[in-house]
């Protein structure tokens, strides 16, 4: 079958499969794709090579649909005039991946920068579902700038555990809770664990994994609605077909990230973070893609875009429901199509459907206002992340959408000083010195207290531990106190009800000032002003500063050395600094 279509611009796959000057290279690329039944006339006949970057495996669980998934992506392709070739991404499984699946976001990165440019492909699939699944395919894409689209995995069916809904991660911190209140046993916790998990997919919570995926979707990196569809919903299947015809015209188009990423459209993907409820762990992957397209996005930005907007979205951990009730109230679409009503949604950002945003959302509506609510009608006003700074730190947020009523009532309601209050601080030096002295009675932690952990970012841990979510000592829980203020330099699992303050940086293994801070010292919070101080002097500040600094651990791989070396403060998205420098490197096709 010829073709009759001319690319905007020649493939670049050309280069090595039909260089006029050089058919003894060509020759030897074609022979060994030829040994899987492509024939000569096929790779030589002008067909666009789309490569669907593979991230499902059996280490990486929450992905594994794709395995399936993308055979219909492939039929798309075909059916298009195009020719998949499908490669593995390095998994990243979240749950499983020590010390933390956060130093794999920036090597998945790399490693597709290296398939994406140094291998004959126009254009990609991104396959997406686990946390870091997508800034890390989507950072890549920025790096090489080839037309792009992500195809989400989708979020498992709904858990329910004798008639309560329960959701992933979430369902793991509150029983975490009961088990240390002694209400249920470690039978009942697995079984609530297990429950929550009842099928293929990604975290059905809010948590980073669909948070990240309604950011591609809301970036206009994926087809309309794709985000929220659950995993084994034959919905599924249709929109890997649809991605894969979409992604042969878009290398027609020449349709690539560099045009559809602007920083317009990154502020869309924030604002809709705060409506849903989105996790915490949006912020420095915001950053990272952000910066990795060439687009500014400042510590005032989430502020100013993202502070001020209501929560929308009755979905755990921040509410009550999960992903498919979501998805069936309208999904990701919905909310933007409220924030646009209201005005908050720019809405000529270009698409991968070749159209804007703002036409993609028409007469999208939500139909299931439970789940879903208008505008003028939200769960919580000013649900966005507060952003602080003060002393301890030059920059960290608070996720405001999970503040209870009970910890408003108790902290941030002292009358004439409401938003700001004070607190003893109990500080740890990671994990296991927080699991190990939680329950230490000579801590004599109360509810006054705020618990800090630090050596927890990603020159400390290494790659940024979800640690700060950090739960009070048994005997509080016990007496019903739940949660205590919680500060720390790493991250915690978008799947948290916790409103901490976190992935504070600098870290304290990069000279921030929790190096310094001391148990029992006075931290001060001022929820209006976004100050957190620790209410010592600056003569002892700089004593303290004078003296040894809490320790680090070694490497003990080469990456995390190399990681180390090279990568960046959560304030600025964690990257590897030097690769910023990379943008649009497909331009330059690679030398024989
Ligand atoms: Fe993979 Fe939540 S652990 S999506
Ligand atoms: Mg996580």
Known sequence: MSDQRQPVRPFRSRDWFADPARSDMTALYLERFMNYGLTPAELRGGKPIIGIAQTGSDLSPCNRIHLELVKRTREGIVAAGGI?????????????????????????YMTLVETLYGYPIDAVVLTTGCDKT?????????TVDIPTIVLSGGPMLDGWHEGELVGSGTVIWRSRRKLAAGEIDEEE???????SAPSAGHCNTMGTASTMNAVAEALGLSLTGCAAIPAPYRERGQFAYETGRRIVEMAYEDLRPSRILSRDSFLNAMRVVTAIGGSSNAQPHI?????????????????????????????????????????????????????????????????VTGRTMGENLRGRIATDREVIRPYDRPLKEQAGFLVLSGNLFDFAIMKTSVISPAFRQQYLSQPGAEDVFEARAIVFDGSDDYHHRINDPALDIDEHCILVIRGAGPIGWPGSAEVVNMQPPDHLIQRGIMALPTLGDGRQSGTSDSPSILNASPESAAGGGLAWLRTGDTI???????????LVDEDEIARRRGERAPEVPESHTPWEELYREKTGQLGEGGVLEFALKYRGVAAQTPRH
């Not at 997508?134 to 920025?142: F, K, V, Y």
């Not at 009755?314 to 498919?324: M, S």
């Not at 919070?525 to 976004?530: A, R, V």
Request: hydrophobic letters at 45%; charged letters at 20%.
């Open 84 to 108: 998949p070739m499908e490669f593995p991404v390095l998994p990243i499984f979240e749950n499983c991946r020590r010390p933390t699946a956060a130093l794999d976001r920036n090597l998945a």
């Open 134 to 142: 997508t800034p890390s395919g989507i950072m890549a894409a920025s």
């Open 189 to 195: 916790f697995l079984q609530r664990a297990t429950d």
């Open 287 to 351: 950053q990272a893609m952000a910066r990795h397209a060439g687009v500014e996005i400042t510590a005032s930005d989430w502020m100013e875009h993202g502070y001020d907007l209501p929560l929308l979205v009755d979905v755990q951990p921040a509410g009550r429901f999960l992903g498919e009730r979501f998805h069936r109230a309208g999904g990701v679409p919905a909310v933007m199509a409220e924030l646009l009503g209201a005005g908050k949604i720019a809405a000529d950002c270009l698409t």
């Open 524 to 534: 001060r919070i001022d929820l209006k002003q976004g100050r957190c101080d620790a």
